[in-house]
């Protein structure tokens, strides 16, 4: 059935030129995936239900905007997995913080699994009409998903993080506003030679009493302290987690904690009980035997349960909630299409539907047909109309903004010679040349502009590049700074050249990239050419956190997905060739 539209075979290996990324961008961009990460961080806590706020307005300030979303919730989910992954919060952290953001889901109202549109995160309640969106529901059971299989993955990690030392590099370059000459290089120097359990304790405790100084003498003379508080409540949280966990066994005097405390860098999770208890048998089982210690084993190993159990809870908790979405009423027969939505006040299916192959729909129909939901013969409805430049085709989308091509990226791979793989290239060329003509920074997506209304909320609506869209804007020229931190994933040279332009220009905040940098002429109220947009959207700053994820952990996401058993069953979909995009003659 589908051998018509496919390129190439899963069973074959695909040969992907990496970029080569230097020292000083590595850290930059670890840096800047550390500062979004600290949105979830700061935003996604008892003072929100453990719903994350839309967005944070920080000029005109509005602070926090009280209402999420279902794609907000599914990236404030797949943060903290990438702020694991990154080794930014303990394991421990990442598993309460997944467990309260579940927990508040089970309080929303929903329909067939679905959560609504909108919420208000203060009370739990929907927002406006009951509307379910087909979008936001895809994003959010791609995000159930592959958090699932993120944890899977987890277990077969240590609890010490390999990238221990490399965290706090990061925040210390934060603290000193992007410079290697900070007030803890010493110690990040030394951190790096930690090879056992009582250097990295060590290291740890060195960075807290650091930091505990340099607030202090820093709070005196009125200076910006927030990287330090980080650096302090990072270092606190560590030394938490892993004294916890042994139970302070390395106090016990006599006791040679290196060699039990190395079962904590090298052994996974899932086989740390066993060696423990292995452990446990030899130490029992010498001539310098302690009482004491054995009761600490005892309670290390009931730790240990505890953690991998919460974990396997979290998995089936997931699963329960990717069974219950049905997208069956989302589906109307008739066209073969997934509808825009469903109204539950009217109990009234949208007559809209998406009909573009590309389109941010996608993640929506392609696990619609993994999970058995809809016909499979739906994938080949969507439209594959396209284009030709540069010898390269690129599909057509509705309003030609990088969030309709590369937002499935975050989660779907795209190899060499299909259509997808030349439809993002193309996407990103056009971009890139559009933005050239107009003399502007190019990523260019539907973002918040520089236009307030009467309670002086920044605006949001798509904004595209006109070759690549049905809808043509031609009025205005807004460039969001998450477009190119997602076109780091397929042109990286140009990607990380533009991210540099936007730094220059006064883009950079505390959050990372602010929303967006507004060069429509009406607009501007200043000399400059250009306004920033002083806002973080939610839901660009989890997409940026997960293309940064992809590009400097080799496709982490990707790869995830693609392992995910319903992803395998129809993973050929992804290998179409490019010959069956349909070029639209001029």
Known sequence: VLSPFIAYGLSQEYRIRKPRIGSEQNIFLRSLSRSIFAYFEDFVNESTNYLVCDNYQEDPFIGVAKKTSPTNIGMSLTSFVSGRDFGFITLIDMVDKLKHILDSIDMLPTHRGHLYNWYDIENNISLCNRYISTVDSGNLLASYYLVRKSLEDMLNKPIIHIDLIK?????????????KDHLYRDIIASGFMCTDYSSYINFLKNMLNESNKNIDSLSKNGDDVYWHIKINETSNSFLNEILGLTCNINEINNFKINKFGQLFIDVNLNELEKKILEYKLNYNNSSVRNELVDIRISNILDNIKRLTGNIYSLIDRLSSKINLMDFKFLY????????IGYDCDNDRLDENCYDLLASEVRIASFLGIAKEDISIDHWFKLGRNGIKQNGTCSLLSWSGTMFEYLMPMLYMRAYPGTMFFDTYRGCVLSQIKYASLNKIPFGISESCFYELDSELNYQYKAFGVPNLSIKKDLDNLVVSSYSSIMSLMVDYVSSMKNLNVLRKLGALGRYGFYEALDFTKSRINNNNGYCIVKNYMAHHQGMSLMALSNLLMDDVF???????????????LLNESSLNINIKKD
Do not use: A, P
């Open 558 to 572: 990707q790869s995830r997905f693609e392992n995910i058993v319903d992803v395998q069953s129809i993973g050929e």
């Open 167 to 179: 965290t706090f590099e990061e925040l210390s370059y934060l603290s000193s506003n992007f410079s």
């Open 332 to 339: 109307n027969d008739r066209k073969n299409l997934l509808s």
